[in-house]
């Protein structure tokens, strides 16, 4: 029995690209290894065993080429980190030329090496076409010189032996064996070479379709006691070469032996070298009869040099490729998602500390800095990446706050690595196709790469931590509902298990920053309070601007009262900054605060009152400069912490609050007043990251400031307050027709939850229903659909009170919980809202009046999942001529119509019918909304759907890939519509026989529905249907039959 391997104790790959290929591979081992677990982003599928002392992995291809064999080999690489070296071994098409050993014939072998100028292997078909003629660029790297020493040396050895060790390597493969009779040597009769000009033109094997008096005449090699084995220059390209003539012009000019399609692919990144068993010439006479024996010898022949492979050497060059990081993998010095204090001081024994547990040794060091809000984390992690940044190839600095948040970093650091490296095309790929988990999961493989070990990553500000101790085919047609309409998924909770983020390799290092002390995944250093006089001295002199405070015999007074809290200290040097005042006045404003704060809030620790009792001084002054930044400060309670922006703000300003109404008047006061507070040091820009959206940039406190705005500056909590800051964030919720709308959404969604938790803790609900209404229509269109019902409710409760079950303002909330229950499945109940919606809306509206018109839209969309398709065509033949009358046939209510009807004529197999109404959809939306717009993303996923129906993958395929790059970029990667189309892709990979694509698609649609939606929803249990579908196509019965239970 063999013993326990990990991953990182294999060093060698065996590449073969076919079955026969794979077949031969695994006759060659001495033992067989079990197999071991994968990464989730390797879809490889591997074969483990050794041969003479050497672990080796074999791995196939898909398909040949050298795309596949290029992909194959990154994934390979990043499972297996310490893989050195490849063998690239199979079958190939022979040149018929004398070399030292003879003529190239049918069964020999074909093995690289550098000869002619050319290192061993090279792409024909990669160059430029010039004046006339085609020249090639670009050259491939030489086997390394192990390996060509082994070959050597095998050679010497095989000249001297009477018996082949090759030929004897052969017969390991017993032939006797009915599935393995293929590989027998077919015999010198079936070795047929024509005259290049002489070409195969009718099916058949040449004995019975070609004229055999054309053979080339040629001397018996009817000798299968010695495989003959020739070494030289192999051609690799993307087209199989079934032409005589051409064979004979491209080996002329670089004297080729042989041609294949994988070297170019496998050798760009991976030093191989490539065996090739000659199967054919290369012409048209092809056949698969040598198939067989040709991946036989090829495999003997590799086995072969593993006896001439010292294993110390195998393992010595593992240790030498790890000393350095690839210039491919260096990334200049940036730190684009933080602010950082121009001088930082103190904090050297951390620092020094954290440069010991991150030193690089080759193995994943991973650091946890653990603190209390305003120790400084942030910015001690700041100044140990400038200190330290040449000990790392790249510093990646990713925002871990919330889960959303920690995706959108790894998208950034993608452009990034895209924008400033050699030219990754599997990053390039995901960010293109829009897709942020594909994005995360591509930069993952790319700090994988065995050569890529000298990175550190900081994960800051991981705060919200949950760490554990893991067929129908309806496809995801997306209607058009009026009033409010989508999807789903999220939670409000942002704790997350940040582990799943982490790459898979075991080399790097990580760096943590957390106030939790649950985190305990690697090394910990504590921040505490800064232990030294002379540090906290620093940081007032740093902060204030007073070079000269190391002589005041006050400023070390106040420093010690600080108790070396380093955000204390920074608020007190902004304060001594901005106004004349000694350090003396100033302590005796800090001790006035302090004592206030324990009359007023007795139970408050002495740390919450130090950094409490020192922005209560910096307030009286800011109370005296500008009364308006204090009361915004008193106002900021009731938002969320991150990201307030004058849009915000300006759309609740009301003569009930004059100091607000007067203050977003003109944005220059606002943006005094927002000066006042960040010359404080209580407020500072958000960081700028990504493209910027419709509105301002935006101010965010620090944590530990907001918790103060909350507990001392609102120790009564202010109902006119809260209520403005509410109205500030469902005034602003954007209707669907603005731009960009989904983008100020989720900037307004935290403010929501925000809001919401203070209006559940018990202020008391006035007569403002369509707050709540407004809510509904957010959280719906985020995906929110618990927290949307919750609002709608409200809503709904408040407008029946305070204006009648018939208003019309009442109608417009219950349509839209029609379209919520709708959404939810409930369709019974959905029903009855738009019907209630409907009657009400003709009474008081008229029939023909738009509102009328999109609830019978909506019934239509209703009827349509009911099954119900003849009442659905007549509820959207009456909603679209209405809107045609009333609106005009371009305006978008009317194209959601049209896209619903193309939906319904799909359905009912009229699918011509369909098609003309999603391209006058899809004109519609591009015209009047763009090509990003969540309209136009709806019908071009539907499109998509019409296409596959109509046997036009490729097309639909296309139109899958715009549709989830757009709705990924639009409402992120777990909203319901995006997983609709990842989903819908799910089965059209199926249908093409991609079948571990398409598992990957079912796994996330099914983990993303079943958190939105619940695991009994139809959508939910239509996905895993198919994945019990999938499982049992592969013969997985009892994963099958574990899904359905």
Known sequence: MSQKRSRDDYKVAWICPLEVEQIAAMEMLDEEHPALPKPPADHNVYSLGSINGHDVVIAGLHQPGNCPAATVVAQMRMTFPNLRFGLLVGIGGGVPVETDNGMIRLGHVVVSKPAGGHSGALQYDHGKARNGYFERTGALAPPPAVLLNAAQALAVQRARLDVDPVQHDVRRIDTTRRR???????????????????????????????????????????????????????????MVVKDALLRDILAQQDGLLCFEMEAAGAIADFPCLVVRGISDYCDSHKNDMWHGYAAAVAAAYARQLFFHLPVDEVQRCSSNARQTASPSFILPFKLPEVNSVDHFVARHEEIGRLHKELKWTGDRQTVILHGLGGMGKTQTTIAFAKKHRDDYSAVLWLDARDMTALKQSYQRLAERIVMETTSVTYIKNALSNGDLDETVSAVRRWLDEPKNNRWLIIYDNYDDVKLHSRSSSSENETGSQAGNKNNASETGSKAYDIRPFFPDTEHGAILITTRSSSVKLGQRVQLRKLASLEDSL?????????????????????????????????????????????????????????????????????????????????????????????????????????????????????????????????????????????????????????????????????????????????????????????RCIASRVPNREQDQYWIVQRRLLQHADRCIKIFDKGVVLEDNAWIFHKLGVLYSDQGRLKEAEGMYERALQGREKALG????????????????????????????????????????????????????????????????????????????????????????????????????YKAQGRLKEAEAMYDRALQGYEKARGPEHISTLDTVNNLGILYVDQGRLKEAEAMYDRALQGKEKAWGPDHTSTLDTVYNLGLLYKTQGRLKEAEAMYDRALQGKEKAWGPDHTSTLDTINNLGLLYADQGRLKEAEAIYA
């Open 180 to 238: 393995l009779r293929r590989y027998q040597y077919p015999g010198e009769q079936n070795d047929h070479l024509f005259p290049p000009h002489y070409e195969h033109h009718r099916q058949g094997s040449c004995n019975t379709k070609c004229d055999l008096s054309k053979l080339i005449p040629r001397t018996s090699d009817d000798d299968d006691t010695f495989v003959v084995v020739h070494r030289g220059n192999i051609a690799s390209g993307e």
């Open 538 to 726: 620093a940081i007032l002199a740093s902060t204030s601007g007073r070079t000269d405070l190391g002589k005041d015999p006050d400023a070390a007074v106040l420093a010690k009262k600080l108790d070396g809290l380093p955000l204390a200290l920074a608020t007190a040097g902004a304060y001594l900054d901005q106004v004349a005042t000694s350090c003396r006045e100033y302590l005796e404003m800090y001790e006035k605060a302090w004592l206030r704060l324990q009359k007023e809030i007795p139970g408050l620790m002495a740390y919450d009152r130090a950094l409490y009792s020192t922005w209560n001084v910096s307030l009286r002054h800011i109370q005296l400069q500008n009364q308006n930044a204090a009361d915004l400060l008193r106002l900021w309670a009731y938002f969320d912490n991150h990201d307030v922006w004058y849009e915000l703000l300006r759309a609740g300003e009301s003569e009930k609050l004059l100091w607000l109404h007067k203050m977003m008047e003109d944005r220059l006061e606002f943006d005094k007043v927002v000066r006042v507070l960040c010359d404080h040091g209580l407020v500072e820009p958000t960081a700028a990251v990504g493209e910027p959206g419709p509105e301002s940039q935006g101010y965010s406190m620090h944590g530990c400031v907001h918790a103060w705005t909350i507990h001392v500056l609102n120790t009564e909590r202010s109902q006119a307050l809260a209520w403005t800051a509410i």
């Open 805 to 904: 079950p018939d208003h019309t303002s009442t109608l417009s909330t219950i349509n839209n919980l029609g379209n919520l229950y709708s959404k939810q499945g409930r369709l019974k109940e959905a029903e009855g809202m738009y019907l209630r919606a409907l009657q009400g809306y003709e009474k008081a509206l008229g029939p023909d009046h738009t509102s009328a018109l999109d609830t019978v839209n909506n019934l239509g969309n209703l009827y349509k999942n009911q099954g119900r398709l003849k009442e659905a065509e007549a509820m959207y033949d009456r909603a679209l001529q209405g809107k045609e009358k009333a609106l005009g046939p371009d305006h978008t209510s009317a194209l959601d119509t049209v896209n619903n009807l193309g939906i319904l």
